[in-house]
């Protein structure tokens, strides 16, 4: 097994570490051909998205103000450039702009793609809605994103493809309550939807409008050790889970149950079985013992019971599939009693479980978002 580092600091690069069972097992660093080509192509990308982010500074100081001094107007003007998505082919990236009205006092965010030498850029959503996620779809014929798009003042958030030969934006999903997230499956033929259980008050609505009556506020109902997040109400009972919907405005099939949360979801190369992070333990809301599960996106319900892979008591997630489909790599933390000091690690195990083996035991820098090389010989992660 071997190991590509992706460095960001002083002395970027990429570089190769010959690995042992027993973690790293090499002194030295050699530059390695194939990572420098990944790692080109996805600089380009980046830095062509913080090119984009640099257009607003042009207009600084246009009100007379001495060049050089910010103005609150200034600041409101610069938008946020994030999520490169490159096309499959390699000869488009597909980002979004996030900006702001000063007027209104409203944020808008909308897709934009750009070829990949940078002289073509193309809008792709329209301004009455905010449009996120551009993903693309496998053969790179659609690019589908997330949109709370329509008449509806209610609308929710829903699944919307876009034919890059042409045409308006299509809904793909209509879920009740929204949908959180999505991932087309690498055949093309499937999509993942990340959906969140309806709550009390999305039932009890359904249920008033239903019978035709007046809707009446619920009471909050406080019954878990963890009640409250950043950026969100209230927590209550309810999950995010998996689901699998075999094409635009199919019923989705639900994949994950339980009092938990699901995420990081990670389709297997042949499109039959997903990969994602969950933390089942018997009371998750006082510990961060995530662990790697895999469940089946095919057959009947007797083949959706998730399969534990990972059994460390630290926190386990990112999963990524070989493309053989054979082994699964992942970061774990094996000092969870360090808390947010301890170290993040690369390991790897294989798919139908068994022995975790932790492959960066003497690098003493947090890793993420590995990726398999084309060959499985390499492992790709940021540093």
């Known amino acids: ?20 069972k027993n973690g790293l097992g090499c002194t030295s660093l050699k530059k390695n051909q194939e990572a420098d080509n990944v790692f080109n192509t996805r600089i380009k990308a980046l830095l062509v998205a913080a090119m984009l982010l640099l257009f607003p500074l042009s207009g600084w100081s246009q009100d007379g103000n001495a060049p050089g001094y910010f103005t609150p107007e200034d600041i409101l003007s610069l938008k946020s450039v994030s999520d490169p998505q490159i096309s499959p082919s390699g000869d488009w990236i597909a980002y979004t702009i996030e900006s702001v009205d000063f007027e209104t006092d409203e944020s808008s965010t909308q897709i934009y ?12 959503t329209s301004g009455d809605y905010s449009a996120s996620v551009p993903r693309w779809s496998p053969d790179g014929r659609y690019l589908g994103f997330l949109a709370a798009k329509g008449d509806d003042e209610e609308a929710k958030t829903q699944v919307w493809t876009l034919d890059l030969r042409g045409g308006e934006a299509q809904q793909y999903t209509a879920v009740d309550q929204g949908v959180g997230g999505f ?41 878990r050790l963890q009640f409250k997040r950043d ?27 339980g009092d938990f949360d699901d995420m990081q979801p990670a389709w297997n190369p042949d499109s039959s079985a997903i990969a994602f992070t969950s933390n089942r333990t018997d009371e998750p809301d006082s ?41 699964i790599a992942y970061v774990c933390v094996t000092e969870p009693d360090l808390i947010w000091y301890a170290t993040n690690h690369l390991a790897i195990v294989p798919a139908a479980g068994g022995e975790e083996r932790v492959l960066t035991t003497a690098l003493d820098r947090n890793v993420g978002a590995p990726a398999f090389a084309a060959d499985d010989e390499s492992i790709l992660f940021v540093l």
Do not use: C
Request: glycine share 8%; proline share 4%.
């Open 1 to 20: 097994m071997k190991i590509i580092l992706f460095t960001a600091g002083h002395y970027a690069g990429r570089y190769l570490l010959n690995s042992s």
């Open 113 to 124: 793609m750009v070829s990949r030498v940078g002289s073509e850029v193309v809008q792709l």
């Open 183 to 223: 991932l087309w499956s690498p055949d093309g033929q499937k999509m993942l939807l990340v959906i969140r259980d309806k709550t009390a008050a999305d039932l009890a609505k359904e249920a008033a409008d239903e019978a035709g009556e007046e809707v009446k506020p619920l009471p909050y109902v406080i019954d």
């Open 231 to 257: 950026g969100v109400p209230y927590l209550d009972r309810s999950r995010d889970h998996l689901y699998v919907v075999a094409g635009r405005d199919a019923e989705p099939l639900q994949l994950t149950f």
């Open 287 to 327: 510990n961060e013992n995530t662990d790697i599960w895999v469940v089946s996106a095919e057959g009947d319900a007797e083949n959706r019971t998730a399969r534990q892979i990972t059994r460390n008591p630290g926190a386990d997630y990112s999963a990524a599939w070989s493309n053989d489909g054979r082994t």
